[in-house]
């Protein structure tokens, strides 16, 4: 039997919640339900695949390809078009760049990531990123204001060739005054910026948690989301503990009928 075991620590009153994963038994043996991180920061070797396109008032671009750092953007590493003078109006970068840009370096996985689900972290990108392992491409995402989250699956121990294509031409038609995406509050640049990491996960795991407060009747509604439901038997638990206490004010056990077809469970913890 698969045992998930989940305590939730509660502040009284202010209703705010502290999620800790504790544990998952699995065949008997105990797999720690945390998050393994892989660092993606660092130098890598940057082609600008659009670069015979640019053209900003006659001028030519200034350099096409070579070693970049990120997190970071283009123009910060002086990539792209070398600007003349500035815009009336908008913010003026030094450097411009329009178009596709492709990051790559080497990434290792260790042996311990064998089986494990992979996903890569991007914290910010403008605007649309794609992924390539090896030269195959395995996900794409356009968020402007939210991470670039790309689901790979496994990837075997060893080295790997791993590819960023990013895009920050307009890939949806959304005017050029919105302020995600204009050169009117932060110009449009291309990189990689914020956290950017490569995390594995078990087989079987918490895929989200979300809780609703509500109030008026003292309660919280919390939503746990796995990203599988095992064939076999399996049992779901949480404990709910005080921020500054140890004892168990509330424990409860699911099965796997509980959960629905979309992977969750919903349950309320009374908040008093």
């Not at 913010?91 to 890569?120: D, H, Q």
């Not at 090896?134 to 996900?139: I, P, Y």
């Not at 790979?152 to 294509?165: C, D, E, F, M, N």
């Not at 796995?226 to 949480?238: A, G, R, T």
């Amino acid at each position: 039997m698969k045992n998930l075991n989940m305590i939730l620590k509660v502040r009284y009153l202010t209703i705010s919640i502290t999620i800790i994963l504790w544990s998952m038994l699995f065949f008997g043996s105990t797999i720690l339900a945390q998050t393994n991180e892989y660092s993606l920061s660092g130098e890598w070797y940057v082609e600008l695949v659009d670069s015979v396109d640019q053209d900003f008032r006659g001028a030519r671009i200034h350099r096409s390809e070579g070693f970049i750092h990120l997190p970071g953007s283009l123009a910060q590493n002086r990539y792209g078009v070398k600007t003349i003078g500035s815009d009336f109006g908008i913010l003026t970068p030094e450097f411009k760049y329009i178009g596709r840009a492709r990051y790559t370096r080497e990434i290792e996985i260790p042996l311990s990531w064998k089986n494990k689900e992979v996903e890569i972290f991007l914290e910010r990108v403008l605007w649309e990123s794609r992924i390539f392992i090896d030269g195959e491409k395995l996900s794409r995402q356009d968020a402007l204001g939210t991470p670039h989250i790309h689901r790979i699956g496994k990837l075997a121990p060893g080295i790997h060739q791993l590819t960023i294509v990013v895009n920050n031409d307009m890939i949806h038609n959304i005017g050029d005054k919105g302020h995600a995406y204009s050169d009117y509050t932060q110009s449009i640049w291309n990189g990689i910026v914020g956290k950017m990491e490569m995390r594995s996960y078990d087989p079987v795991h918490i895929r989200s948690v979300r809780t609703f407060p509500d109030v008026s009747a003292d309660r919280l509604k919390v939503e746990v989301c796995m990203n599988e439901i095992p064939e076999e038997k399996s049992e779901f638990s949480f404990s709910i503990i005080p921020v500054e206490g140890e004892k168990i004010v509330l424990s409860k056990k699911y099965s796997l009928k509980d959960f629905g077809k979309d992977k969750c469970v919903v349950f309320d913890i009374p908040v008093r």
